[in-house]
């Protein structure tokens, strides 16, 4: 096993993707996959999980596979998520309550616990059983809680000024749905969310003429 | 510029951060930017934005800078995104409906315009002036309406299938919320939004320490 700083941050994004897939089939009853079984249902080569793997020791005998269930314990005690982790959300607009209501978040490990808002009609508000702070609160009651993980979904002209606070607050991972690259400290890490900019990269892609037959059929053109 | 063929996805992929910078800054009035300044919002290198862009032709005069709009144009018209998109949504759950009503799509040229679910209580329903189909229904209404682009926001269980009918119907392009990776032939593109694997690659970096602190003084620990 090397020191945490030599793995390359695109192995620790592919670790969920493993787990992922791995809980999948421990939840189908299956105990043991190879490195391309699991490779090809999550498209990378058998030796990139192989390789991916090397790094945080042996888990699996030559010839034999991987044990689901112990490949799985081993990637989520390497990823920190056998505890609960307590989140800060800031922007609770229309995005931010269907984060709230969502559930996803929880059942899998991240609990949002501190919401935060800019509009006074919100502030001292209740959503989901916790109160509505203002942003110039972050500092003082994320620090107080003692969290290390934020989601923003504020405007993208509200963002970098948030991430500032939550940085102040020494939150360490920013989970970002504002359209904007957010500017941070290099012990901070960022992840953003862009469905929008996921579709725009793949109408490249497709057939205009197509689309513009459907929309004068569907009065939709001009 | 090259044929469409030769341009690498990660290079399509990163057109929508610059188009989403370059709207920014024309919205506070910026005209003119140089590849550092753009760089350096986005976090990307300077000799990046010129290597990606020189795919495409010549956009900015040596010395000079982008002209902010003139890019912007020219980005959006590479992308097809000078016309409004129609999308099939299958999946009304919580995040289906949450889809539906956030409304972030549709300002970006992104129209969910036929619905699918497979709960018989909501086959014939409405949601946002839409009529519910049954997934069973998805190679009829889509190839009718002529769709290329598809919203999957389905358990992990079903997504498969789902994606199957979505490729039988023609649909070219899929946006994947659903926590597996789906299989498609050569011609159809996916990208996958996965917020709960975006923050669970990041749990990696934290104090797990700090963390367990929150915990019990929040009384959150066992």
Redesign the interface.
């Known amino acids: 096993m090397v020191k945490d700083m030599d793995i390359p941050d695109i192995v620790?994004?592919r670790?969920?993707?493993y787990?992922?897939?791995l809980s999948?089939l421990a939840s189908e009853g299956v105990t043991t996959v190879s490195s391309s079984e699991l490779g090809s249902?999550?498209?990378v080569t058998a030796a990139q999980i192989r390789r991916d793997l090397s790094y945080f020791g042996e888990f699996g005998k030559q010839g034999k596979g991987y044990n689901v269930q112990f490949l799985l314990n081993q990637i989520r005690d390497?990823?920190?998520?056998e505890?609960?982790?307590?989140?800060a959300l800031v922007g609770i607009g229309?995005?931010g309550k269907?984060i709230v209501?969502?559930?996803?978040?929880k059942d899998?490990?991240?609990?949002i616990?501190a919401l935060f808002d800019s509009d006074p009609s919100k502030i001292g508000s209740e959503l989901d059983g916790h109160k509505v702070y203002h942003y110039s609160e972050i500092p003082q009651v994320v620090k107080e809680?003692?969290?290390?993980?934020a989601i923003v979904a504020v405007p993208?002209r509200s963002a970098q000024e948030v991430v500032d606070l939550l940085v102040e607050a020494d939150i360490?991972?920013i989970?970002n749905y504002a359209?904007?690259?957010v500017q941070v400290p290099p012990d901070v890490?960022t992840?953003n969310?862009?469905?929008?900019?996921?579709?725009?990269?793949?109408?490249?892609?497709?057939?205009?003429e197509?689309?513009?037959?459907?929309?004068i059929?569907?009065g939709?053109a001009f």
């Open positions: 620790i994004r670790l969920p993707i787990a992922r897939s999948y249902r999550i498209g390497i990823l920190h998520l505890q609960q982790w307590g989140v229309h995005l269907a209501h969502y559930g996803g978040f899998k490990g991240f609990e616990v809680m003692g969290l290390e993980v993208a360490k991972a989970l359209p904007i690259t890490r992840r969310i862009d469905p929008v900019g996921a579709l725009q990269s793949m109408t490249y892609y497709l057939d205009p197509k689309n513009m037959t459907y929309r059929n569907n939709r």
